[in-house]
């Protein structure tokens, strides 16, 4: 029996000892061999997709669903398409009904993407997708086969869900005369401003009723209380209705806007900046959206809502910002058809009074 305890006395301890050298060993720094092979192993790993490998497999997806007739708008569109060809602000369902109307009238189409024409440019942090191709198919009532060649420009927003779809040659002569009409309409604008500028230091709002547009309005955004509202005006009276003080005049405004770089602001800070600025935006206008989107979450009910759709028609059109540091004043602008209208008179944004 003490021949047996020792045995087992000896075992302990040996595992024991055994034990305490694989601690040690664990606490080894690894060799360079160790770390060869790690290397090896992480380079052997799938490499996460770049934006240009997702949005591909994208187009890729929707080209094979296109042929199968069985595409799925809310995987490919986003909910509200600024572009599709010649329409403008079309809704998923829309663009649904014209595919389906496509499917109806040819078959047998095939879709071939030259992709190594397929370049990726950035225009408003968004992925601007050219790339060129060539689509066959049967018309259904003559029963002829067609081939067409294909330029297009598709922009993804920030989901990579197709916003804007287009001939890319016409999108880009469509740019080209914008930027000639704004290079051109910039002393227009600066008259525009100013006329506003002198109508609204003086409180005679019945000078500014030609720059409100008849068919977008324009937005009043005060700040009643300590939270911003948006109020949706087709008259200046509605300005007075709203915010009766403006039209006591603004006797500290500005005289002389001058085009350049808009300041930042804080309400700690206040303007990096003095003086009253404009220039264009850099990026598309969602103010308004985005408002009502805080408006709604905290259920304020106090407003005169405009649908989805008109808003987002509406913030399309404002281009260009004023902001005079004095006042705290800012108005938002845009060209439609050739003349500035005031789309928006914001006397809260700059405002840090609760």
């Not at 060129?132 to 029963?143: A, D, L, M, N, Q």
């Not at 081939?147 to 016409?170: G, H, P, V």
């Not at 500028?197 to 937005?219: D, M, T, V, W």
Request: proline share 3%; aromatic share 10%.
């Amino acid at each position: 029996m003490d021949k047996i305890l020792k045995y087992l006395l000896l075992v302990v301890v040996l595992l024991s000892l055994y034990a305490c050298g694989e601690e040690a060993n664990s606490e080894q720094p690894i060799t360079q061999k160790q770390e060869k092979i790690l290397k090896e192993k992480e380079k052997s790993l799938p490499a996460q997709p770049t934006e240009e490998d997702m949005i591909m497999k994208i187009l890729k997806d929707y080209y094979v669903a296109l042929e199968n007739e069985s595409v799925d708008i809310a995987d490919f569109y986003a909910p509200v398409i600024e572009k599709f060809y010649g329409a403008d602000s079309f809704h998923q369902d829309a663009v649904l009904r014209s595919l389906k109307q496509s499917f109806k009238s040819v078959e047998n189409r095939k879709v071939e993407v030259d992709w190594e024409s397929l370049t990726i440019q950035k225009k408003n942090n968004l992925p601007v997708v050219s790339f060129r191709g060539t689509t066959s198919f049967t018309e259904v009532k003559t029963g002829k086969t067609k081939n067409a060649s294909f330029y297009n420009q598709l922009t993804f927003d920030e989901d990579l869900r197709i916003l804007r779809y287009e001939d890319a040659e016409k999108a880009r002569a469509v740019e080209q005369v914008q930027k000639q009409v704004e290079s051109a309409g910039e002393g227009q604008l600066l008259q525009t401003i100013t006329i506003i500028k002198s109508a609204l230091r003086k409180g005679q709002l019945n000078k500014i009723e030609g720059f409100i547009h008849p068919e977008y309005g324009c937005y009043l955004l005060n700040k009643p209380g300590a939270i911003t509202i948006p109020y949706y005006c087709t008259y200046v009276s509605d300005f007075e209705k709203n915010a009766s003080w403006i039209s006591k005049g603004f006797s500290k405004l500005c005289t002389l806007p001058r085009k350049g770089q808009l300041p930042t602001f804080t309400c700690n800070t206040q303007f990096s900046k003095d003086g009253c600025w404009f220039d264009k935006l850099d990026a598309p206008y969602t103010g308004i959206s985005d408002l009502m989107a805080t408006l709604n979450r905290i259920k304020v009910s106090r407003l005169e809502v405009q649908p989805q759709e008109q808003i987002q028609a509406f913030q399309k059109k404002i281009s260009h910002q004023m902001i005079d540091t004095a006042t705290g004043m800012s108005i938002h602008l845009g060209m439609i058809n050739g003349k500035w209208y005031m789309m928006i008179l914001d006397v809260a944004t700059y405002n840090c009074s609760a």
